[in-house]
């Protein structure tokens, strides 16, 4: 291990000089600004990403955004010598419609450097670094210490996570994976490649334990459920990366797993996925309409997803002919498959943004696509739909109440809530614009994985709501949270085998007077005090100027989000609704305004309300976070 005490000593001489250039006998001094190019993708190009440099010194040294197409950029650094390492941030919208806040670095300085962003790479800053590391960037001017061990533990911690993905590696035929550098590979390009499909192989999450160490996590992204295969304590591998002999990294793994597992017949087929976009682009710039784009091969195989019939996905389609619209590259999102089979996957769930002319991003599109490998007459890849009549889910749910000047109410204890989100769909649009929704069912029960059963009912709304009387069909709803939490201070049979990743909750309804049973997964641990700042909150709201409920009625009010957006890059607002509720009782109206995509962080609150009598105003706000995680925030507005 003697290399890796030269290179410690290397490193530090380099911080203590203040550059990665000069110094007595040393590399020579840059004569000019050096470049630093890369990618940023998460499987397909995460476009439009705001990325930001910092040298080892904490100081800011560039700044780019990633190409809307590729999600590469390429970048001048401000200053001729920065100090090593270079530690690398971007942020953005991927094409599952998640803030991602990744990370990277670049060990040491030269005229021409690559640092490519990835979850990959985020994985070995993580280890690197010990910690999260998100607020180490932040606190980059005073963390110098931090990225020197950085710098000295990446090539051991690239070693590392190689083995916990060994599987994969192999499935994906790479020849000599110890050549392979997750962080500066010349070749990489988000388009389906070996290492792209890496990246889309596996899930990889930071979390902590319920002692708040924080955690390293990867699993197969293949697995019907989210489970966390390989775990490792972030301290103790950082630890041992740092020794220069005898260093033991994996002795900071707590899983039984000491590799994650792999969809292998599954990554054999997925290189010729991207040629399926290509091919919804090409038909999408013949300017089809709906009937002819119902005969097309490319929607031959396919059924329905979550209730979205063959006939809504043409309309899909020839919407975005009319707007000029185009997809990016697919995104692999998980298996949709009630039991995938060991090492496949036959339905895989997949998303990508959608853009227009000018590459920016307009909508997100999600479905389920397959592989049929003796397709002759189209794509060997094709639409099919995930074949459910209806969409659940169960996430983890923070909720918060404010008012009207934005203070924290007394009259909800505890403040802030948490609990579990239960979403199960009750309508679909009808095909005709105008016409109200049409229902689909009017019940269903929810087993937690405790046991017990929580009863759910129609409430015109789109999802069912809670009950309080099993078998009730016609509930009147809240307009709030309370239609689809249950709230661990409300509900005592939530313990905590229900709030941990991985449970498994069963949905049973009747569709068309045909019993179902459906599964859902927790895809994140329920939060034991989620944080206040984690909560949506409005500009400009405070005691001298509280939110009048006459100006929720107006239809004309703007709110805007950005400070705390640029406070929370992780997180994305997901639903803004007024709620109106007569003081003589009935049911609430409820005003549903559709958000905008980030970077847009306001929205006009359009259509004007008319009280018939007295009402309490209400503007919720609902934001999500990298794991599904929801974060409720209802303000009561001032009468």
């Not at 659940?392 to 809530?417: H, R």
């Amino acid at each position: 291990m003697l290399y890796r005490l030269a290179a410690l000593s290397l490193t530090l001489l380099l911080a203590a000089c203040g550059g990665g250039g000069g110094g007595d006998g040393g590399t020579p001094p840059l004569e000019k600004p050096p470049t630093l190019r890369g990618v940023a993708a998460t499987g397909a190009p995460l476009v439009n990403a705001q990325v930001s440099v910092v040298d080892g010194q904490g100081k800011a040294v560039g700044t780019a955004t990633t190409h809307a197409a590729d999600g590469s950029y390429n970048l001048t650094l401000s200053v001729n010598n920065p100090a090593a390492p270079l530690f690398i941030q971007a942020r953005g919208l991927d094409a599952a419609g998640t803030m991602q806040v990744l990370h990277s670095a670049v060990p040491t300085i030269t005229a021409a450097m690559v640092g490519h962003v990835t979850p990959l790479t985020q994985a070995i800053v993580a280890l690197s670094l010990g910690t999260e590391p998100a607020p180490v960037f932040a606190a980059a001017a005073t963390s110098a210490s931090q990225l020197t061990q950085m710098a000295s533990a990446v090539p051991a911690a690239g070693d590392f996570l190689k083995t916990l993905v060994k599987t994969q590696l192999t499935d994906l035929k790479f020849t000599d994976p110890k050549t392979l550098d997750l962080l500066a590979d010349a070749n990489f390009a988000a388009n389906k490649s070996p290492h792209d499909l890496l990246i889309e192989a596996v899930r990889v999450n930071l979390a902590r334990s319920r002692l708040n160490v924080p955690l390293l996590q990867i699993g197969n992204k293949f697995l019907a459920a989210p489970t966390a295969e390989v775990v490792v304590e972030l301290p103790k591998a950082h630890t041992e990366l740092l020794k220069t002999s005898d260093a033991a990294p994996a002795t900071a793994i707590t899983s039984t797993l000491k590799a994650a597992t792999s969809a292998s017949t599954l990554l054999a087929n997925l290189p010729g996925l991207d040629d399926l976009g290509a091919a919804l682009n090409q038909l999408i710039a013949q300017g089809q309409d709906v009937s002819r784009l119902l005969d097309s091969p490319l929607l031959a195989g396919y059924d329905k997803h979550n209730g979205r019939s063959k006939v809504n996905m043409a309309g899909i389609l020839s919407t975005y002919t009319t707007a000029n619209r185009q997809f990016g590259r697919f995104q692999l999102l998980g298996c949709a498959d009630d039991a995938p089979a060991t090492g496949n996957c036959a339905k895989v769930m997949v998303g990508a943004v959608i853009s227009d002319s000018t590459g920016t991003v307009v909508e997100l599109f999600s479905d389920v696509v397959s592989f049929n490998k003796a397709a002759t007459t189209t794509n060997k890849w094709n639409l099919v739909g995930n074949g459910k009549k209806l969409a659940v889910a169960v996430q983890p749910l923070g909720f918060m109440a404010l008012n009207a000047d934005g203070t924290a109410s007394t009259a909800v204890v505890p403040n802030p809530g948490i609990g579990l989100q239960v979403e199960i769909q009750a309508q679909t649009p009808d095909p005709l614009p105008g016409n109200p929704p049409i229902p689909l069912i009017s019940a269903a029960t929810v087993q937690l994985p405790g046991g017990f059963s929580i009863p759910f009912g129609y409430c015109n709304r789109p999802q069912l709501c809670v009950s309080t009387t099993p078998g009730a069909t016609n509930l009147i709803p809240t307009g709030g949270v309370g239609d689809l939490a249950i709230q661990r201070s409300a509900v005592g049979w939530i313990g905590s085998v229900d709030s941990v990743r991985g449970a498994k909750y069963l949905i049973n309804y009747s569709y068309a007077g045909v019993a179902e049973t459906r599964s859902a997964w927790l895809r994140a641990d329920v939060l034991g005090e989620p944080g206040a700042a984690r909560f949506p909150v409005m500009d400009g709201v405070s005691v001298a100027n509280p939110l009048a409920g006459a100006s929720l009625q107006s239809g004309t009010l703007t709110i805007n989000w950005a400070t705390w957006a640029a406070a929370n890059p992780d997180l994305r607002v997901i639903e803004v609704k007024r709620v109106f509720t007569p003081a003589a009782g009935g049911a609430p109206t409820v005003m549903d305004t559709a958000v905008p995509l980030p970077p847009r962080a306001s929205v006009t609150l359009g259509s004007a309300f008319t009280p018939v009598g007295a009402v309490a105003s209400e503007l919720w706000l609902q934001a999500t976070d990298l794991q599904g995680r929801r974060f409720h925030t209802r303000y009561t507005a001032k009468p």
